[in-house]
């Protein structure tokens, strides 16, 4: 439910992280009690399809250019991300079946602790050892573990990095490029059961990121993902249950909603390292500056940011349940931008300048999430 026009994050009931455990349920292998508001009709195969940047508002707007996938809105839940809501987060809620707080991958970049160093969860980087960082079992290797196979189907270039080892680790992997071999794998992965196949596409959130997701180039690839969603629908038998699902929306972020920390001294002083992105960002700040920084910020910002100390945001239940080693990764301050605000940082992530569309942020537009079954 919105909270002061943002949306809270449903954990424990139909979040990202509640998507596995709803299909190990579903394939007869439950791994402890099923979320409370996702209930998936059994088989002895599930495909777990997700759609990188495909928020729920976004399908419901384009009825037209994604026929099939909006045929499935009337009939399906609608879910949630988690916070932020942004890929690494989202892709590891989903393979560990974790809320944030507790598998530790809280932002695009966050501090590594002891250091002035952030770790960007995408890139990943050498000095961190993703299994350190992610200690925890995942839910794709204790379904494993139970006696479906599990398998992952991504871009070989995916292989091994530092962000599939600490989010989907203990499942099979299917290296492939191209839209024809990756239903091929598809299908061949989910030919025997139980089994749970997850496969991925990252078009669409590229697009948007680059031409926003109000251009025609948005709704040609959205048109191009409905077709191959469809098409896998098809190839597959009846008796395997197709699962569509993303992992958070989007929103275009004109040149008057944006804010560069590098061109206002005033919201650089007391902050030594700001990470995030431009729509969630943390700010570690020097020692005893916190309550500096936090009256700023929200003097500069007003309504364009909820700007919380870190103690405030784990109260809200962003992050969930957050363990004690993950505490110092979250920012002394978190900034969430509202509306179709966002916070540069030009000397840190230039290239965020020439982004379009955004998210990370808990807009209904970035956070619920599409939950279709066919």
């Not at 990188?52 to 991300?81: C, K, V």
């Not at 993950?326 to 000397?347: E, H, K």
Request: with cysteine; hydrophobic share 40%.
């Amino acid at each position: 439910m919105p909270v002061d026009g943002f949306c809270e994050p449903a954990y424990g009931d139909r979040s990202l992280g509640d998507v596995v455990p709803a299909v190990a349920t579903a394939l007869g292998h439950p791994l402890g009690p099923p979320p409370s508001g996702l209930e998936l009709p059994g088989a002895s195969s599930y495909v777990v399809f997700l759609i990188d940047g495909l928020g729920a508002n976004l399908l419901r707007r384009n009825a037209e250019a994604a026929p099939y996938l909006h045929s499935l809105l009337a009939a399906s839940t609608i879910g949630t991300a988690g916070v932020p809501s942004t890929t690494s987060t989202s892709l590891t809620s989903l393979g560990t079946g974790l809320v944030p707080g507790g598998h530790g991958l809280v932002g695009f970049t966050t501090r590594v602790p002891g250091t002035e160093d952030l770790l960007n969860a995408l890139v990943w980087d050498a000095d961190v050892d993703p299994l350190e960082w992610q200690p925890h079992q995942t839910a794709f290797s204790r379904l494993q573990a139970s006696g479906v196979r599990v398998t992952v189907v991504n871009k070989r270039e995916f292989f091994g990095s530092g962000l599939t080892v600490a989010a989907h680790r203990g499942a099979d992997y299917v290296g492939v490029d191209r839209v024809g071999e990756r239903i091929a794998a598809v299908l061949a992965a989910s030919a025997e059961g139980p089994s749970l196949t997850y496969v991925y596409d990252g078009d669409l959130d590229w697009t948007g990121h680059r031409w926003g997701v109000h251009s025609s180039h948005w709704e040609q690839q959205l048109a191009m993902i409905d077709h191959e969603a469809e098409q896998l629908r098809e190839a597959l038998p009846a008796d395997r249950r197709l699962l569509v699902v993303a992992d958070h929306g989007m929103v275009d972020v004109p040149v008057e909603g944006r804010v560069d920390v590098a061109a206002d001294d005033d919201l650089s002083a007391g902050v030594f390292l700001i990470g995030g992105e431009a729509r969630f960002r943390h700010l570690y700040c020097v020692g005893g500056a916190e309550t500096d920084v936090l009256e700023t910020w929200r003097e500069k910002l007003g309504e364009r940011a909820e700007v919380l100390t870190r103690g405030e945001a784990i109260g809200r239940g962003w992050f969930g349940t957050v363990d004690p080693t993950v505490v110092p990764r979250i920012g002394d301050i978190v900034v969430a931008c509202r509306g179709n605000a966002a916070v540069l940082s030009t000397a840190g992530f230039p290239y965020e300048t020439k982004l379009i569309g955004m998210h990370g942020s808990l807009s209904e537009d970035e956070m619920l999430i599409p939950l279709l079954v066919d």
